[in-house]
């Protein structure tokens, strides 16, 4: 049976009251909002609220969040990524005269998915770069990269100090497996330098009831370049071949070589990891 450390106090962030979310303020009319499990941002303009992602984990605590804090129409709909559990509660949202903006291979995502949850866009872009502007409050969308999946953006508010960028890490926390299941690894890389370009203050990552600083951007990019050495030192230490013979694979079963060789180099590097 498999035994679990406790979750240290640092990584635990605000306790989650019975409503199911809570909000930070973040300065400038900017909020964080979180489930404890997913967490995105909204902006209160003049006239309205602009909006980023709308998670199913929230799903109606988002509104009554948003509500909350200020009850006005939500004007704006920024998609992060075409993922679900980011922008599957998204039709709650959804009404005749609400701007849903994403990139354009968002949407493509989206269309291909058949899903009424997410409603497609009805203002996207193609390229490296958008900008949003509302009651004077802007929004810089930039897709640099494939760092989680095609058309994935970050999303910075200048004014607000605050960079959105949905599944790029989790702060005070090691990434999620297969860093986030990332679409292109070298981008996911990439990714953090990237952010650390921008002036930030906060960083919006979309999960655990945390919000960031530059700082934990660069711890995640340190423990990643850790984990590149480590994975490289795994893959050059183990032999295929034998690895392959000492798991008995018949020479034949080729499907079964290919899974003891995604298999082992893991296995050796958690070993090493245990001194
Ligand atoms: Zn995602």
Redesign the pocket.
């Known amino acids: 049976m498999a035994e679990f450390a406790p979750v240290p106090d640092f990584a635990l962030g605000p306790e989650i009251p019975e409503s199911g979310y809570h909000v930070t303020e973040l300065g400038g009319g900017a909020y964080g909002i979180t489930s404890g499990m997913v967490n995105t941002v909204f902006l209160v303009t003049k006239n309205g609220v602009v909006v980023v992602d709308a998670p199913p984990d929230l799903g109606e605590a988002l509104l009554a969040g948003i509500g909350e804090v200020a009850p006005k129409p939500i004007t704006h709909l920024i998609y992060s990524?075409a993922?679900a559990?980011?922008i599957g509660s998204a039709h709650l949202l959804a009404r005749d005269d609400l701007k849903i903006i994403s990139h354009e291979l968002t949407a493509r995502f989206i269309k291909e998915a058949h899903d009424d949850d997410r409603p497609l866009p009805n203002e996207t872009f193609t390229g490296t770069r958008s900008e949003l502007s509302s009651d004077g409050e802007r929004f810089v969308l930039e897709y640099t990269g494939d760092w989680?999946?095609p058309g994935n953006l970050f999303i910075h508010l200048p004014e607000q100090k605050v960079l959105t960028a949905?599944?790029s890490f989790t702060v005070k926390n090691a990434p999620f497996f297969r860093l986030?299941f990332s679409a292109r690894v070298p981008a996911y890389f990439a990714a953090m330098d990237q952010m650390l370009e921008y002036d930030f203050e906060t960083v919006v990552s979309g999960h655990m009831a945390l919000f960031g600083t530059p700082e934990d951007v660069q711890t995640n990019r340190e423990y990643i370049r850790d984990l590149r050495t480590a994975a490289t030192e795994a893959l050059c230490a183990v032999d295929l071949r034998e690895a392959a013979a000492a798991a008995g694979v018949p020479d034949n079963n080729k499907q079964a070589r290919l899974k003891v060789w995604m298999d082992t180099p893991p296995a050796l590097a958690e070993l090493t990891d245990h001194h």
Request: proline residues 0%; negative net charge; aromatic residues 0%.
């Open positions: 990524h993922h559990d980011h989680h999946q949905i599944d986030l």
